[in-house]
């Protein structure tokens, strides 16, 4: 059965760090385009950040772009979501997503960004990052 597990979400004040993981059994996310999305109470989920697997690109949302980094552990199966200079605006329940392919924009057209509503997402169960003083 596969599953997606994230974890590392927690309290932080405004400008701070964190970092999120994100584990996965049932399958290799060493093998996979990983991703990661953020949902906020009352908005649709967006994508942060992606690694594809051919070449290890990253994509970011214009919102993590500078300030977050997605990257691979494969000596330990994880995928790492960095995240600086938090701000409030950043409070949400974060996700690692796959939708077992290779990258994380195709020659098709097909984006990342669309696994929100496309078929055959792999969700994990959230991590909860909240911003505050």
């Known amino acids: 059965q596969l599953q997606i597990m994230e974890s590392g979400g927690g309290l932080v004040q405004p400008g701070g760090s964190l970092r999120l993981a994100c584990a996965a059994s049932?399958?290799?996310?060493?093998?996979?385009?990983m991703a990661w999305f953020r949902q906020a109470p009352g908005q649709e989920r967006e994508g942060v950040a992606c690694?594809?697997?051919?070449?290890?690109?990253?994509h970011y949302s214009a919102s993590a772009e500078g300030r977050f980094t997605i990257s691979r552990d494969n000596a330990n199966h994880l995928v790492y979501l960095e995240m600086s200079n938090l701000s409030p605006e950043d409070t949400a329940d974060y996700y690692c997503?796959?939708?077992?392919?290779?990258?994380?924009?195709?020659?098709?057209?097909?984006?990342?960004?669309?696994?929100?509503?496309?078929?055959?997402?792999?969700w994990g169960q959230g991590t909860q990052v909240t911003v505050s003083t």
């Open positions: 997503a796959t939708q077992l392919g290779l990258v994380c924009r195709h020659s098709s057209g097909a984006d990342w960004k669309l696994w929100p509503t496309a078929a055959g997402t792999y």
């Open positions: 049932g399958f290799s996310l060493d093998d996979y385009a």
């Open positions: 690694v594809s697997w051919s070449d290890d690109s990253t």
